[in-house]
Each structure stands twice: as structure tokens, then as C-alpha cells.
Nanobody
Framework: QVQLQESGPGLVKPSQTLSLTCTVSGDSITTRYYYWNWIRQPPGKGLEWMGGVLYSGSTYYSPSLKSRSSISRDTSKNQFTLRLNSVTPEDTGVYYC??????????WGKGTLVTVSS
């Protein structure tokens, strides 16, 4: 069974860089033709797709976050990582990683709460 687990700091100070890692088990992040995503949900708001990395290594970003985002992967550890620069309190929320296939985002991590505060 495919499992995803987010990890990273729960508290980040404004202007700093948020770094989250998603560890995948039960599948390889290089398996065709899956797409590995980051999604977040600010308090009281809906889900926001942030970006992702394709099985081939190509990356894609939400236009609204592209200037501050970077997604990378470590195939030896079967992990992919999100880095978000210059965070503000508006970046507070629950961050999820998810696998997307032909049928949609069928597998999600449990999510991790990130609070941006001084």
C-alpha cells in the first residue's frame, strides 16, 4: 500500500524558508506515470495546489507561488522536498503531499501543520 508522510518544522519565523519533506513507501517516486504533489490548506480556507514533481523529475509550480517555491527529490531515499522562501503568516496552514495518477490524487499524507510566527 502506498503511504506518504510529511515531515518538517511546525514553526517557522517570518522571512525564513520553510522546508518540508515527503517520504514515500509502497511505491517509487520514479514509477511511470505518477506525479507527486504538495498541497496546502490555510485555516478556514480551501485546498491550494502548490506544485509537484513528475516521475521523470520535471517540476511544476502554481503561478502564484512559483517565485518562492522549489521542489526537489532524492530518489535514493524515495523522498521529495518543498522549499518555500520568504514565508509570511499567510503561509500558515496544513501541508499535504499526495500522489497523482490517471484517476486523480488517490494517496495523501496525513498532513503537517506549519505555523509562521515570530
Amino acid at each position: 500500500q502506498v503511504q506518504l508522510q510529511e515531515s518538517g518544522p511546525g514553526l517557522v519565523k517570518p522571512s525564513q524558508t520553510l522546508s518540508l519533506t515527503c517520504t514515500v513507501s509502497g511505491d517509487s517516486i520514479t514509477t511511470r506515470y505518477y506525479y507527486w504533489n504538495w498541497i496546502r490548506q490555510p485555516p478556514g480556507k480551501g485546498l491550494e495546489w502548490m506544485g509537484g514533481v513528475l516521475y521523470s523529475g520535471s517540476t511544476y509550480y502554481s503561478p502564484s507561488l512559483k517565485s518562492r517555491s522549489s521542489i526537489s527529490r532524492d530518489t535514493s531515499k524515495n523522498q521529495f522536498t518543498l522549499r518555500l522562501n520568504s514565508v509570511t503568516p499567510e503561509d500558515t496552514g496544513v501541508y499535504y503531499c499526495a500522489r497523482e495518477g490517471p484517476g486523480g490524487m488517490g494517496y495523501w499524507g496525513k498532513g503537517t501543520l506549519v505555523t509562521v510566527s515570530s
